[in-house]
């Protein structure tokens, strides 16, 4: 009998419906969803999700994979409530009920008020679900079990859902702090140059057409290509000179975020470089301001 035959998912936000629509896609039926506030169930409905609110859904009873889509926050406070339902200990399947959690920096310690009710896991999706009805499919997943047998059948799940799955041994804030690094902060970058441009007079939106096919083809260099090969610019050309009026035309009190984000990130380009002028390059960037 294939796994998971039945599933319920908690929680009607942006990663509990991305993950409904990719179990569904992969004919995997879904018997209750649930989230706590009647605000994110109207919501979810208006996105045609057919949520429910009150009560855990009875259909717990009877589940053999229960979903956590919640806030990291929220994963210990409702694994312990989920505990004291009892829903999790009659009738089960033959095969019992595993829990997992979605969270990124969280480690199972948040689900350790089910360890002795169902195996527990985690399968955190690297994709950046901006919405409800955003794809996983494509992406990679870090996953981790209370034991081998059941780290093996997330893994199985996560390929019928077309994400590709890894395994993480260490720091899981460690883990997560580098996928935010890719996953969140070209955000972060293309709003410092849009500012930059905007004081140039490029309004927001010319800038941001502008500097789109430049952060897409930087994108795909990082992604396609290895090591120093996948770099251009003046840090990893070894520019001092340019490099250093760079520095001097940031040097401004009302650019002093942006200033320091392109020195952090200008001295892990610098790696790139070979020979002297990497000594140079780091000498400049670790100048203070
Ligand atoms: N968005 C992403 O890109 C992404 C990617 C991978 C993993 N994740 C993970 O997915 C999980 C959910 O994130 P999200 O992006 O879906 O957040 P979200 O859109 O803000 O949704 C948060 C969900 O948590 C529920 N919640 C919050 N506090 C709760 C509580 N005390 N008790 C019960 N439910 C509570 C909310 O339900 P109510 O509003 O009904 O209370 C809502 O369903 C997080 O662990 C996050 O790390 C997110």
Known sequence: VSWPCSVVVLGAGRLGCALRL?????GISVAAHWTRSTATAEAARSEGF???????????????LVCL???????????????????????????????L????????????PLSSLAPIGSLHPLVSVASRRTALAGGA???EASDDATAQRIEELARRLSLHPLRWRGDRARYHAAACLVGNFPQALMAAAIRIFEEGGVDARAAREALGPLLLSASRNAVEREGGSAFSGPVVRGDVEVVRRHLSALDAPELADVEALY???????????????????????????
């Open 69 to 99: 889509a919640v806030s990291d926050g929220a994963l210990a406070g409702l694994s312990t409530a989920l505990a004291a339902s009892g829903l999790l200990e009659s009738g089960r399947p033959a095969q019992g009920v595993t829990v």
């Open 141 to 143: 997943c870090a996953v």
């Open 263 to 289: 020195r952090a990130a200008s001295k892990v380009a610098a790696v790139a470089v070979d020979g002297p002028r990497r000594e140079l390059l780091e000498a400049l960037l670790a100048e203070g301001r």
């Open 101 to 112: 959690h979605h969270a990124g920096a969280a480690d199972l310690g948040p689900l350790a």
């Open 22 to 26: 990719a179990l569904e896609a992969a």
């Open 50 to 64: 057919d949520v429910v609110t009150g009560g855990f859904p009875e259909a717990l009873r009877t589940a053999d």
